[in-house]
T-cell receptor, first 117, second 110 residues
Framework: NAGVTQTPKFQVLKTGQSMTLQCAQD?????MSWYRQDPGMGLRLIHY???????DQGEVPNGYNVSRSTTEDFPLRLLSAAPSQTSVYFC????????????????FGAGSRLTVL | DQQVKQNSPSLSVQEGRISILNCDYT??????FLWYKKYPAEGPTFLIS?????DKNEDGRFTVFLNKSAKHLSLHIVPSQPGDSAVYFC?????????FGQGTILTVHP
C-alpha cells in the first residue's frame, strides 16, 4: 500500500501564482485533512473533510480552497500565493471522522515544501 | 492563542538515559491526547495515545502520563536510543479536530 501520497514534494512559486497540492490515499479513509508546519507553530489545521462532498475549515483556512469529489483525493488549492504561505504542507487521513477514541490516529503523507517568492 | 504548548524546543539526552518530553494544554474540552514522532523529510507517525479517563499508558519503552488537574502530559522514553532522535509533537482532540503543539527536537547521543 502506498498510504498517503503527496505531490509535488517541492515547489517554488512567485507571489500571485496559483497551484494545487495533490493528496491521494489508497486506504479507503473517510477523513482527510491538510496541515501546515511552520517553525515555532507546530502543525496547524487548514481544511478537513469527513467524506466525499463534505469539507470544513480548520484553524488557518484563509488563502486556501479544497474540494473532495472522491474518497481517495483531497487537493489543496492556493489561488493567489503569498510569501506567508511559504511552509511545509502535510496531508493526513484517518479511517473515520476523528473522535474520542483510538480512531484518532492520522496517517500522514511525506509533505510538500512550498516556497513563495 | 496556542491551546497546546510544548515549551521546550529541544532536548538532548545520553543513550540509555530517560527522555522526558512535556506538553501543556489550556482547553479543558480536550479528551484524548496523542504523541507523534517525525523524522526529517518524512510525515509524522503515531507513537502513543491516552484517553482523559486514564492517567498513564505504556507501550514498550514509551509511557505517556496525563495530569488533568494540571492540564499537563508527558512522554517518557526509557531507555533512550539514538534512533529516537526526532521531532516529537503532542496533539489533543476536541470536537472532531486534533490540535498540535509546536514540537520538541529530541537528540539522543551515543
Amino acid at each position: 500500500n502506498a498510504g498517503v501520497t503527496q505531490t509535488p514534494k517541492f515547489q517554488v512559486l512567485k507571489t500571485g501564482q496559483s497551484m494545487t497540492l495533490q493528496c491521494a490515499q489508497d486506504m479507503n479513509h473517510e477523513y482527510m485533512s491538510w496541515y501546515r508546519q511552520d517553525p515555532g507553530m507546530g502543525l496547524r489545521l487548514i481544511h478537513y473533510s469527513v467524506g466525499a462532498g463534505i469539507t470544513d475549515q480548520g484553524e488557518v483556512p484563509n488563502g486556501y480552497n479544497v474540494s473532495r469529489s472522491t474518497t481517495e483525493d483531497f487537493p489543496l488549492r492556493l489561488l493567489s500565493a503569498a510569501p506567508s504561505q511559504t511552509s511545509v504542507y502535510f496531508c493526513a487521513s484517518s479511517y473515520s471522522a476523528l473522535q474520542s477514541s483510538g480512531a484518532n490516529v492520522l496517517t500522514f503523507g511525506a509533505g510538500s515544501r512550498l516556497t513563495v517568492l | 492563542d496556542q491551546q497546546v504548548k510544548q515549551n521546550s524546543p529541544s532536548l538532548s539526552v545520553q543513550e540509555g538515559r530517560i527522555s522526558i518530553l512535556n506538553c501543556d494544554y489550556t482547553n479543558s474540552m480536550f479528551d484524548y491526547f496523542l504523541w507523534y514522532k517525525k523524522y526529517p523529510a518524512e510525515g509524522p507517525t503515531f507513537l502513543i495515545s491516552i484517553s482523559s479517563i486514564k492517567d498513564k499508558n505504556e507501550d514498550g519503552r514509551f509511557t505517556v502520563f496525563l495530569n488533568k488537574s494540571a492540564k499537563h502530559l508527558s512522554l517518557h522514553i526509557v531507555p533512550s536510543q539514538p534512533g529516537d532522535s526526532a521531532v516529537y509533537f503532542c496533539a489533543a482532540y476536541s470536537y472532531g479536530k486534533l490540535t498540535f503543539g509546536q514540537g520538541t527536537i529530541l537528540t539522543v547521543h551515543p
